[in-house]
């Protein structure tokens, strides 16, 4: 009689919606095991038997393969009673108080792509193909465990077809939850601006109306675009006006990596990062003849590119005679509103910008907008988190009690975290707008449902106006409250990333953010780490005349940094003229008796100043554009850094003034701009290794942490990395947050948990 031993197994980590259960039931089957696996709500369970050698082997191959999407966070096994069993089965899902990670939604996979692509499969043309391997997850699902009852397609009731496929171990479809065809599953409709159905193809008639210059709106995995030509500069106009998008980048959707060298030049790591399953807008060097109308990106030399990542976008491209250009895809919403997701809202927000409407009817569960990143210092850089990203989950170095951390104000994303996992909501935007406030509500509670955490306390921004921080603070008055120093949170986030526990040298660089001593804060350097902080340099106060105005008019923090660095203003520098002769008489009145002028160390605003001094951009039309044009302008050159000055004292101080002189230096021997905006990148990474070499010096520490939203500047976080690996440090900046405030909820949430720990 033959030996047989049993196991218990226990997976955690992203294992449902992504064909993990098919892949171990494979496995079983193949070594001639019996048992069964099921999904519960914290992950997946496993009982398996047989010979200890076919035992052994299964264990090997279940720990050192997977499919596609499934990302193990732990496996845990122990020794079990054999039960006899005669075959080895997939049992139904078991729900509990547990929760487990979800998939985001990723891109169509090669072999949907084929089938839709190939006239003789049943599936054909079929806009909404997916299998385990890819299609939607996190934009459908409204509970766990993840089955299709949970899911937005429970209307949807498969055909015979389907559902063998969906009940087959052995089919890449085995309970694919959004598993559908054209017999039985989500349609496609086209409508006029007032909603009326037109006739003919919607597919063929929507690329009709976007090559004659149209703009449409399209239904897609997450949320509405808008889409137009991206070469006519008349149809990206007419958007642009309709949308209330004045000058911020739009982004551009082609057909295949061909048609994006046509426009950008691309490295190995951005064309890896274009074609990876998540399929993010990236942030390419645009070529001087690459047809994309002036007005999509103007004066930042690059272009926001992505590939089509659903069925949808392969078949709107797949033409037959190739000719559908370049299309911009820019979220469906008018400016600063959140994405649409409704059809009837679609239509009620949108039908003033858009002629026509692509609908199809699987209803969106949970809004995601476009996923942002560039290549920066050889690896990337998140700028928005959403799909393809959202909510897979940042692994903590420490077990989290459970708490919500709500966010900053700006760029709002908001974080859950639980035991060992912190997950990350999609970018929500800004909450100064009253719709985008409603949907960050409805976000929080997605996240609290869906990972079923219930709060034990809730992090804030120290900020007492920011509309988070309220929100916070009007929740259950027993609810204990962290509040958490804006500039702390963007250093604990990117420890939280790379698991980083200790002090660390945190170089926390941004536009704004709320100082304990009541100025704004943004040039900072901290040694910090998850339970608190010591500042102990910054770059040196001036004014900020009219607050938060001098955020959208450089010209001002020009003004402000003259009068402090020479004590009067030369009528001959552009910002001087920029300004009117009453612009001038407030700003100074304002700075000399200190009304509505705070103080500010903020590196951003450094930024704005020395982008108005060099004639760059004096008035922005949105945030960070001075900075963003700066930097453009800067692009493959290099120069010798202005002074560096730091006066001893507890902190230390960055003094601003002799950068500012060493600019107007330039300006006077007519130096171009390019050479100025090079030599002042050089200047700010210059600065932070000197710094960072006088902390080392005191406090003994050799790791820094770059982080907050300057650090999305390739440019400068590469001559920054550079010059502190050349300085022995040990360096870490973002690749899984966002640098930006739609990081910050991560920091909130790994402090507050560090301090509950504490306690």
Same mark, same amino acid.
């Given at each position: 009689m033959s030996v047989v031993t049993a196991r218990r197994i226990v997976v955690e980590g992203v294992v449902q919606g992504v064909g993990f259960r098919p892949f171990v039931y494979a496995l079983a089957t193949r070594r001639r095991l019996t048992g069964w696996v099921r999904n519960t709500a914290s992950g997946v369970e496993i009982e398996v038997e047989g010979p200890p050698d076919a035992l052994e082997a299964f264990l090997g191959e279940l720990r050192g393969e997977r499919p596609p999407l499934a990302h193990i966070e732990c496996l845990r096994e122990a020794d079990a009673l054999p039960q006899g069993r005669d075959t080895f089965e997939i049992e139904q899902s078991l729900d509990g108080d547990g929760f487990q990670p979800v998939s985001p939604d990723v891109a169509t996979c090669p072999e949907c792509l084929r089938e839709i692509m190939d006239p003789r499969d049943r599936r054909s043309g079929y806009p909404f193909t997916n299998c385990t391997d890819c299609g939607p997850r996190f934009t459908i699902i409204r509970a766990v465990p993840y089955?299709?009852?949970?899911?937005?397609?429970?209307?949807?009731?498969?055909?015979?077809?389907?559902?063998?496929?969906?009940?087959?171990?052995? %089919?890449? =479809?085995?309970?694919? !939850?959004?598993?559908?065809?054209?017999?039985?599953?989500? *349609? +496609?409709?086209? $409508?006029? #601006?007032?909603?009326?159905?037109?006739?003919?193809?919607?597919?063929?008639?929507?690329?009709?109306?976007?090559?004659?210059?149209?703009?449409?709106?399209?239904?897609?995995?997450?949320?509405?675009?808008?889409?137009?030509?991206?070469?006519?500069?008349?149809?990206?106009?007419?958007?642009?006006?309709?949308?209330?998008?004045?000058?911020?980048?739009?982004?551009?959707?082609?057909? %295949?990596? =061909?048609?994006?060298? !046509?426009?950008?030049?691309?490295?190995?790591?951005?064309? *890896? +990062?274009?074609? $990876?399953? #998540?399929?993010?807008?990236?942030?390419?060097?645009?070529?001087?003849?690459?047809?994309?109308?002036?007005?999509?990106?103007?004066?930042?030399?690059?272009?926001?590119?992505?590939?089509?990542?659903?069925?949808?976008?392969?078949?709107?491209?797949?033409?037959?005679?190739?000719?559908?250009?370049?299309?911009?895809?820019?979220?469906?919403?008018?400016?600063?509103?959140?994405?649409?997701?409704?059809?009837?809202?679609?239509?009620?927000?949108?039908?003033?910008?858009?002629?026509?409407? +692509?609908?199809?009817?699987?209803?969106?569960?949970?809004?995601?907008?476009?996923?942002?990143?560039?290549?920066?210092?050889?690896?990337?850089v998140p700028i928005r988190r959403s799909r393809g990203y959202a909510p897979f989950p940042v692994r903590l170095p420490f077990e989290s009690r459970p708490v919500l951390a709500v966010g900053a104000a700006l760029k709002s994303a908001v974080c859950v975290a639980r035991g060992p996992y912190a997950f990350m909501s999609p970018h929500i935007g800004d909450l100064e707008n009253v719709e985008t406030y409603v949907s960050y509500h409805g976000m929080i509670e997605r996240m609290v449902e869906l990972f079923r955490v219930r709060p034990i306390a809730v992090a804030h921004d120290l900020h007492p106006d920011y509309l988070s921080t309220r929100y916070a603070l009007g929740l259950d008055p027993a609810l204990p409250r962290v509040a958490v120093q804006h500039h702390h949170a963007h250093v604990a986030a990117c420890m939280a990333e790379h698991r980083l526990t200790g002090p660390v040298i945190g170089v926390a660089f941004d536009g704004t953010g709320y100082g304990p001593d009541g100025a704004v804060w943004g040039g900072e350097f901290l040694v910090a780490d998850y339970a608190g902080f010591e500042r102990v340099a910054h770059l040196g106060y001036v004014p900020m005349p009219g607050g938060d105005r001098a955020a959208r008019e450089p010209f001002r923090m020009a003004l402000a940094h003259l009068l402090r660095a020479f004590?009067?203003?030369?009528?001959?520098?552009?910002?001087?003229?920029?300004a009117t002769d009453a612009e001038r008489r407030m700003i100074r009145w304002q700075m000399e008796r200190e009304v509505?002028?705070?103080?500010?160390?903020?590196?951003?605003?450094?930024?704005?100043?020395?982008?108005?001094?060099?004639?760059?951009?004096?008035?922005?039309?949105?945030?960070?554009?001075?900075?963003?044009?700066?930097?453009?302008?800067?692009?493959?050159?290099?120069?010798?850094?202005?002074?560096?000055?730091?006066?001893?004292?507890?902190?230390?101080?960055?003094?601003?003034?002799?950068?500012?002189?060493?600019?107007?230096?330039?300006?006077?021997?007519?130096?171009?701009?390019?050479?100025?905006a090079a030599r002042f990148h050089a200047t700010v990474a210059e600065a932070i290794v000197r710094v960072s070499e006088r902390v080392r010096a005191s406090r003994g520490l050799d790791r820094v942490v770059l982080t907050g939203g300057v650090f999305q500047n390739a440019i400068l976080l590469g001559a920054t990395r550079q010059g502190l690996d050349a300085c022995g440090f040990e360096v870490f900046s973002h690749h899984l947050v966002p640098p930006n405030d739609g990081g910050i909820a991560l920091g909130q949430a790994a402090v507050a948990a560090a301090r509950l720990q504490g306690a």
């Amino acid at each position: 009689m033959s030996v047989v031993t049993a196991r218990r197994i226990v997976v955690e980590g992203v294992v449902q919606g992504v064909g993990f259960r098919p892949f171990v039931y494979a496995l079983a089957t193949r070594r001639r095991l019996t048992g069964w696996v099921r999904n519960t709500a914290s992950g997946v369970e496993i009982e398996v038997e047989g010979p200890p050698d076919a035992l052994e082997a299964f264990l090997g191959e279940l720990r050192g393969e997977r499919p596609p999407l499934a990302h193990i966070e732990c496996l845990r096994e122990a020794d079990a009673l054999p039960q006899g069993r005669d075959t080895f089965e997939i049992e139904q899902s078991l729900d509990g108080d547990g929760f487990q990670p979800v998939s985001p939604d990723v891109a169509t996979c090669p072999e949907c792509l084929r089938e839709i692509m190939d006239p003789r499969d049943r599936r054909s043309g079929y806009p909404f193909t997916n299998c385990t391997d890819c299609g939607p997850r996190f934009t459908i699902i409204r509970a766990v465990p993840y089955d299709r009852p949970s899911t937005t397609m429970a209307g949807f009731v498969m055909c015979p077809h389907c559902r063998a496929e969906y009940e087959n171990p052995r %089919d890449r =479809r085995f309970h694919a !939850q959004p598993n559908a065809c054209p017999d039985c599953g989500p *349609r +496609l409709s086209l $409508s006029d #601006a007032g909603g009326n159905p037109l006739p003919g193809d919607p597919l063929s008639e929507a690329r009709r109306l976007l090559v004659g210059g149209r703009i449409v709106a399209i239904k897609g995995v997450g949320g509405f675009h808008l889409a137009c030509d991206a070469t006519s500069e008349a149809a990206v106009s007419r958007l642009r006006e309709r949308k209330g998008r004045e000058g911020k980048p739009l982004a551009v959707m082609v057909a %295949d990596l =061909r048609d994006v060298e !046509q426009l950008c030049v691309i490295s190995t790591e951005e064309r *890896r +990062l274009l074609t $990876s399953t #998540a399929r993010p807008i990236v942030l390419l060097r645009t070529r001087q003849a690459s047809g994309v109308a002036p007005s999509v990106a103007p004066n930042l030399g690059r272009l926001g590119v992505m590939l089509p990542y659903s069925p949808l976008h392969h078949l709107l491209f797949n033409t037959p005679d190739g000719t559908l250009p370049p299309l911009v895809m820019t979220s469906g919403n008018r400016s600063e509103e959140p994405i649409a997701t409704d059809n009837a809202d679609a239509l009620g927000r949108l039908s003033d910008i858009a002629d026509a409407f +692509l609908f199809h009817d699987r209803p969106i569960h949970v809004r995601c907008d476009d996923s942002v990143s560039r290549v920066a210092a050889g690896g990337e850089v998140p700028i928005r988190r959403s799909r393809g990203y959202a909510p897979f989950p940042v692994r903590l170095p420490f077990e989290s009690r459970p708490v919500l951390a709500v966010g900053a104000a700006l760029k709002s994303a908001v974080c859950v975290a639980r035991g060992p996992y912190a997950f990350m909501s999609p970018h929500i935007g800004d909450l100064e707008n009253v719709e985008t406030y409603v949907s960050y509500h409805g976000m929080i509670e997605r996240m609290v449902e869906l990972f079923r955490v219930r709060p034990i306390a809730v992090a804030h921004d120290l900020h007492p106006d920011y509309l988070s921080t309220r929100y916070a603070l009007g929740l259950d008055p027993a609810l204990p409250r962290v509040a958490v120093q804006h500039h702390h949170a963007h250093v604990a986030a990117c420890m939280a990333e790379h698991r980083l526990t200790g002090p660390v040298i945190g170089v926390a660089f941004d536009g704004t953010g709320y100082g304990p001593d009541g100025a704004v804060w943004g040039g900072e350097f901290l040694v910090a780490d998850y339970a608190g902080f010591e500042r102990v340099a910054h770059l040196g106060y001036v004014p900020m005349p009219g607050g938060d105005r001098a955020a959208r008019e450089p010209f001002r923090m020009a003004l402000a940094h003259l009068l402090r660095a020479f004590g009067e203003w030369d009528p001959e520098l552009s910002p001087v003229r920029e300004a009117t002769d009453a612009e001038r008489r407030m700003i100074r009145w304002q700075m000399e008796r200190e009304v509505n002028a705070p103080l500010t160390s903020s590196m951003g605003r450094l930024f704005d100043a020395v982008a108005s001094l060099a004639g760059v951009r004096h008035r922005a039309r949105f945030e960070a554009q001075a900075a963003m044009e700066l930097e453009a302008l800067a692009e493959g050159l290099a120069g010798p850094p202005y002074p560096v000055e730091i006066a001893d004292g507890v902190p230390l101080v960055l003094e601003p003034g002799p950068m500012i002189r060493g600019v107007v230096d330039d300006l006077a021997e007519r130096t171009p701009p390019t050479r100025i905006a090079a030599r002042f990148h050089a200047t700010v990474a210059e600065a932070i290794v000197r710094v960072s070499e006088r902390v080392r010096a005191s406090r003994g520490l050799d790791r820094v942490v770059l982080t907050g939203g300057v650090f999305q500047n390739a440019i400068l976080l590469g001559a920054t990395r550079q010059g502190l690996d050349a300085c022995g440090f040990e360096v870490f900046s973002h690749h899984l947050v966002p640098p930006n405030d739609g990081g910050i909820a991560l920091g909130q949430a790994a402090v507050a948990a560090a301090r509950l720990q504490g306690a």
